[in-house]
Nanobody, 115 residues
Framework: QVQLVESGGGLVQPGGSLRLSCAASGNSFSINAMGWYRQAPGKERELVARHTTIGFTIYGDSVKGRFTISRDNGKNTVYLQMNSLKPEDTAVYYC?????????WGQGTQVTVSS
């Protein structure tokens, strides 16, 4: 059973930074992609950033230039460095890991950007 453990959410002022982490159990050789999605109240879940094992990275338009996704394959961990945070970045952030047979979601971590 694969488990995803997220950490790093919280309250931050506009313009501040946060770093999210997501550690995945299971065999790293079976991972095709790791990424982050977010869902704000009353809105659909949207892609934030995603990194494939073959090296392809994609970002949501609203976070380009501010957020950076990275991976530590030895630790089966994906990170999301979020800089220049805005109130509209407020959402629950979900880790997503795609294995060869299925994908898994983390429990979500709240990020609130407010003064």
């Amino acid at each position: 059973q694969v488990q995803l453990v997220e950490s790093g959410g919280g309250l931050v002022q506009p313009g501040g930074s946060l770093r999210l982490s997501c550690a995945a159990s299971g065999n790293s050789f079976s991972i095709n992609a790791m990424g982050w999605y977010r869902q704000a109240p009353g809105k659909e879940r949207e892609l934030v950033a995603r990194h494939t094992t073959i090296g392809f990275t994609i970002y949501g338009d609203s976070v380009k230039g501010r957020f950076t996704i990275s991976r530590d394959n030895g630790k089966n961990t994906v990170y999301l460095q979020m800089n220049s945070l805005k109130p509209e970045d407020t959402a629950v952030y979900y880790c997503n890991v795609a294995y060869t047979d299925r994908e898994y979601w983390g429990q979500g971590t709240q990020v609130t950007v407010s003064s």
